[in-house]
């Protein structure tokens, strides 16, 4: 299965920018999506084929990469925006998941 | 607008059988792909699998001898059953609705997910 690393945790001020890496343990082209989840609700799309906004979601929220390198951006930071966000892959099966990293204020 | 909604028991003991159904509506479950996906305590996901719109299905490997997904389409409802269950198995559960395109690959939209506790 393809390996998923994010970094547990970042802090960020409030309308500054959060830049949150995921990298693949092998190639996953361009076929990385984002998550964002909030305390006690599911998982939201917010980017797919790594670089696309997902319907409805503010274009502060972006993403790029392709092969093993992938990064997703918030700029800038709202309070609203404090959550854990999860990189998956399904450029082979089973797909995977990041184990997410975590935004904090500072 | 598209819903998800998860039902079913919230306590199964081991070796017992977890059977979850999700209901669907706004769209028809004859049409794309829907999925189970669960969340362990600790954040860690993984992808269990999917029935088709054609009624195909498709599992993980890792729990390809234990895990059934089956519909009712005059229901728009999907099921989920997990033999065999260990306390490893306590997990929030999400049905999903899969999104593929060729060059994009596979994305989710979740429902709002169930918690299953295995304990006796």
């Known amino acids: 299965d393809i390996v998923l690393t994010q970094s547990p945790a970042l802090a960020v001020s409030l309308g500054q920018r959060a830049t949150i890496s995921c990298r693949a343990s092998?190639?996953?082209?361009?076929?990385m999506h984002w998550y964002q989840q909030k305390s006690g609700q599911q998982p939201k799309l917010l980017i797919y084929?790594?670089?696309n906004l997902a319907s409805g979601v503010p274009a502060r929220f972006s993403g790029s990469g392709s092969g093993t390198d992938f990064t997703f951006t918030i700029d800038p930071v709202e309070a609203d925006d404090i959550a854990t966000y999860y990189c998956q892959q399904s450029r082979n099966d089973p797909d995977t998941f990041g184990a997410g990293t975590k935004l904090e204020l500072k | 607008e598209v819903q998800l909604q998860e039902s079913g028991p919230g306590l199964v003991k081991p070796s017992q059988s977890l059977s979850l159904t999700c209901s669907v509506t706004?769209?028809?479950?004859?049409?794309?792909?829907w999925g189970w996906i669960r969340k362990f305590p600790g954040n860690k996901m993984e992808w269990m699998g999917y029935?088709?719109?054609?009624?195909?299905?498709s599992y993980n490997p890792s729990l390809k001898s234990r895990i059934s997904i089956t519909r009712d389409t005059s229901k728009n409802q999907f099921f989920l059953q997990l033999n065999s269950v260990t306390t490893e198995d306590t997990a929030t559960y999400y049905c999903a609705r899969s999104a593929r395109t060729y060059y994009d690959g596979t994305y989710y939209y979740w429902g709002q997910g169930v918690m299953v506790t295995v304990s006796s």
């Open positions: 706004g769209y028809s479950i004859t049409s794309n792909y």
């Open positions: 029935i088709s719109y054609s009624g195909s299905t």
């Open positions: 092998e190639s996953v082209r361009s076929s």
């Open positions: 084929g790594a670089s």
